[in-house]
């Protein structure tokens, strides 16, 4: 079984200052791990992913995260928030097995203030 | 670069209409899933096809059937449609089914609203 919990549904910064949403997950295997963005009307665009190499994970647009396996967290983070980040994040996980089941979070909704 | 597409980004039906969504990707994944996404819910597996002709259910088949006939497209069915289907649909597929880089490329979504 597996699961992810994004911990904030929404979250509101102001515009250079840093950016943290939260997700921890559980998972029978080890898992591969995914942040995806979607802007308005857009479909999911992938933002980076873990599977098993660097714990620290770098995407795209300055995006990090880090796995954490003793605290079963990915959190994801960005140094400085940018308008344009305004958009909803979700976490996935993906288990092991003969087809790898994949489980979103629930979404993080980011304001993000000028 | 991947590309997945789907017939409509906006669609309006009555009750107890049959609809049909189409997915079309071009870049020769096995894998094809379709999944609903509502506020607060994020988004859930309805149905995945890893080969022509294969089909799973996901979470939520209730209501919904698929069609795969060719690799690379992959189509959701309701049957007689009803108000609890208003939603975002969202197709997307992927290359590998096991291995840890399963990767999903999602189209853009359809916004269907049942009337």
């Known amino acids: 079984a597996q699961s992810v919990t994004q911990l904030d549904s929404h979250v509101s910064v102001s515009e250079g200052t840093p950016v943290l949403l939260r997700c921890n997950y559980s998972?029978?295997?080890?898992?591969?791990l995914f942040w995806y963005v979607q802007h308005p009307n857009k479909g999911l665009q992938l933002l980076l992913k873990y599977t098993s190499a660097a714990t620290l994970v770098k995407g795209i647009n300055g995006f990090e995260a880090e796995f954490k396996k003793s605290e079963t967290s990915f959190h994801l983070t960005k140094p400085s928030a940018h308008m344009s980040d305004a958009a909803e994040y979700f976490c996935?996980?993906?288990?092991?097995?003969?087809?790898?089941?994949?489980?979103f979070g629930t979404g993080t909704k980011l304001q993000v203030i000028p | 670069d991947v590309k997945v597409t789907q017939s409509s980004r906006y669609l309006v039906k009555r009750t107890g209409e049959k609809v049909f969504l189409e997915c079309v990707q071009d870049m020769d994944h096995e894998n094809m899933f379709w999944y609903r996404q509502d506020p607060g819910l994020g988004l859930r597996l309805i149905y995945f096809s890893y080969d022509v002709k294969m089909k799973e259910k996901g979470d939520i088949p209730e209501g919904y059937s698929v069609s795969r006939e060719k690799k690379e497209r992959f189509s959701l069915i309701l049957e007689s449609a009803s108000t609890n289907q208003t939603s975002m649909y969202l197709c997307?597929?992927?290359?590998?089914?096991?291995?840890?880089?399963?990767?999903?490329?999602f189209g853009p979504g359809t916004r269907l609203t049942v009337l």
């Open positions: 998972s029978s295997y080890s898992p591969s």
């Open positions: 996935v996980v993906s288990g092991g097995g003969g087809y790898q089941k994949v489980t």
């Open positions: 997307a597929s992927s290359l590998l089914t096991s291995g840890r880089d399963n990767e999903q490329f």
